[in-house]
């Protein structure tokens, strides 16, 4: 099984600040079939990011997923006040899929 | 749009059994891959399962030896049964569709289940 561990657990920042958050993988994820999910309260997972860097539809260019093999990032170029929430990886490119464990980016 | 809509008792009693259902619109699960995650209070994403190809199903290893899923064409439903529940098994539930290939894209709003006696 591929665990994903993700880092920071929380990034406090400020609307308009840069956020990187990084995901990686106990062994390679193959295909670079690697996604990033935001979560809201209440809420559903939202896909931004599959394949490690193809933004999902209608996700906004301030997105941005990098990397490849063990080390993925996912960017948010300027945050807006509705980027804060949890952020999920995850890998499809082995059974069992996994998940990593969440970054929450807080307001500072 | 594909919109998904789960369905089924929100109150399990220990050592019972689980049973959701998923009903699709906008999509035909005749095709591409239908899927079942769940995520504890406050806790990360765990996948169940998914069922694809007419009825061919992958189990998560952990759960591989509780679970059941199936799927009814006619009625563009799938659904999840998972017994010998216990409390650790109080999530929110969620079926999801994913293109082959591609990781879940469309998610339905999700289900609480609690186990409680």
């Known amino acids: 099984e591929i665990v994903l561990t993700q880092s920071p657990g929380t990034l406090s920042l400020s609307p308009g600040e840069r956020a990187t958050l990084s995901c990686r993988a106990s062994?390679?994820?193959?295909?670079?079939?690697l996604a990033w999910y935001q979560q809201k309260p209440g809420q559903a997972p939202r896909l931004l990011i599959y394949?490690?860097?193809s933004r999902a539809t209608g996700i906004p260019d301030r997105f941005s997923g990098s990397g490849s093999g063990t080390d993925f990032t996912l960017t948010i170029s300027r945050l807006e006040p509705e980027d804060f929430a949890v952020y999920f990886c995850h890998q499809y490119g082995s059974s069992p899929l996994t998940f990593g464990g969440g970054t929450k980016v807080e307001i500072k | 749009q594909v919109q998904l809509q789960e369905s089924g008792p929100g109150l399990v009693k220990p050592s019972g059994t689980l049973s959701l259902t998923c009903t699709v619109s906008?999509?035909?699960?005749?095709?591409?891959?239908w899927i079942w995650i769940r995520q504890a209070p406050g806790t990360g994403l765990e996948w169940i399962a998914y069922i694809y190809n007419n009825g061919r199903i992958k189990w998560s290893p952990s759960l591989k030896s509780r679970v059941t899923m199936s799927a009814d064409t006619s009625k563009n439903q799938f659904s999840l049964n998972l017994n010998s529940v216990t409390a650790a098994d109080t999530a929110i539930y969620y079926c999801a569709r994913a293109l082959d290939g591609g990781p879940p894209d469309y998610w339905g709003q999700g289900t609480l289940v609690t186990v409680s006696s």
């Open positions: 394949g490690a860097s």
């Open positions: 062994e390679s994820v193959n295909s670079n079939y």
């Open positions: 906008g999509g035909s699960i005749s095709r591409d891959y």
